[in-house]
């Protein structure tokens, strides 16, 4: 037989709570993970794009450059503005097929 101890059975209640709280950090951490992958691998079909970090990035600093520029547009900026959208509806253009 075997004899168990009040300090193992302890060990073992705090071992089966760090196993819980584990795996439902790797679930949510994996779901959270799934669904941005799922996001990316839409937005980049339904443009037209690679999903690639680079293809990622080159569209959010286009995006930045074109609200800019209707930012500086709204703060009555025209020449700034305009070359601001310009510049990034050119770079959207190179990415956007």
Do not use: K
Not at 69 to 83: C, E, K, M, N, P
């Amino acid at each position: 037989m075997q004899s168990v101890s009040f300090f193992d059975s302890v060990g073992e209640q705090i071992g089966e709570i760090i196993r819980a709280f584990v795996d439902f950090l790797v679930a949510l951490f994996s779901n959270f993970f799934g669904a941005m992958d799922a996001f990316v691998d839409g937005l980049t079909r339904s443009l037209g794009i690679n999903a690639s970090f680079f293809s990622i990035a080159v569209l959010v600093i286009g995006l930045l450059i074109v609200f800019g520029g209707i930012r500086a547009l709204l703060r009555g900026s025209v020449i700034g503005g305009v070359l601001r959208t310009l510049v990034g509806l050119v770079i959207l253009s190179w990415l956007i097929p």
